[in-house]
T-cell receptor
Framework: EAGVTQFPSHSVIEKGQTVTLRCDPI?????LYWYRRVMGKEIKFLLH????????ESGMPNNRFLAERTGGTYSTLKVQPAELEDSGVYFC????????????FGPGTRLTVT | DAKTTQPPSMDCAEGRAANLPCNHS???????VYWYRQIHSQGPQYIIH???NNETNEMASLIITEDRKSSTLILPHATLRDTAVYYC???????????FGAGTRLTVKP
């Protein structure tokens, strides 16, 4: 069974540009989560999808970040326009049920904004 | 969610048991203790979880004190591949997120 995959693995963009990160959860997992670790900080929750609906987006830092999960399968996280402080590693995780004890994490996308 | 406190770093000799402590003195009755780890350049990985009883799986054992204010993750025979940052997380089962703190950086030495 394939795990959670994320694309790209690395992205380097200039301040003001747009970047879209993609996450493919494990097949059959209705719950999809985005997290990020910015430089020197802890891993922080961004948002949670149940199928195509946003269950909790309390961790989204501002309106430059837009997450979608059309069709309830893969998800995208768009940053527009990117700022220097957005640099970090963005993780996606999936789980079969919301009360699942295990969230399966992808390898992350390392975003560098110059 | 209750806050957890972990030592920032620990060393362990290869082949020996690694005992990673975690304090969660404000844990409430419906909160579970979860342990995840992050090996360098990978995403976090689930290890084990428990409510009040001690738990064991193929990766580790989790010992929770009777008052549930602290716990210990035990890796019985640490290998070099166990070098990672280990996170102790306290949350209710239905919470949306895993709240990662700073964790403990475990270094297994030959």
């Amino acid at each position: 069974e394939a795990g959670v995959t994320q694309f790209p693995s690395h992205s380097v963009i200039e301040k003001g540009q747009t970047v879209t990160l993609r996450c493919d959860p494990i097949s059959g997992h209705d719950n999809l989560y985005w997290y990020r670790r910015v430089m020197g900080k802890e891993i922080k929750f961004l948002l949670h999808f149940v199928k195509e609906s946003k269950q909790d987006e309390s961790g989204m830092p501002n309106n430059r970040f837009l997450a979608e999960r059309t069709g309830g399968t893969y998800s995208t996280l768009k940053v527009q326009p990117a700022e220097l402080e957005d640099s970090g590693v963005y993780f996606c995780a999936s789980a079969k049920a919301q009360n699942s004890y295990e969230q399966y994490f992808g390898p992350g996308t390392r975003l560098t904004v110059t | 969610d209750a806050k957890t406190t972990q030592p920032p770093s620990m060393d362990c000799a290869e082949g020996r048991a690694a005992n990673l402590p975690c304090n969660h003195s404000t844990i409430s009755g419906n909160e579970y203790v979860y342990w995840y780890r992050q090996i360098h350049s990978q995403g976090p990985q689930y290890i084990i979880h428990g409510l009040k009883n001690n738990e064991t799986n193929e990766m580790a054992s989790l010992i929770i004190t009777e008052d549930r204010k602290s716990s210990t993750l035990i890796l019985p025979h640490a290998t070099l591949r166990d070098t990672a940052v280990y996170y102790c997380i306290v949350r209710v089962a239905w919470a949306d997120d895993m709240r990662f703190g700073a964790g403990t950086r475990l270094t297994v030495k030959p």
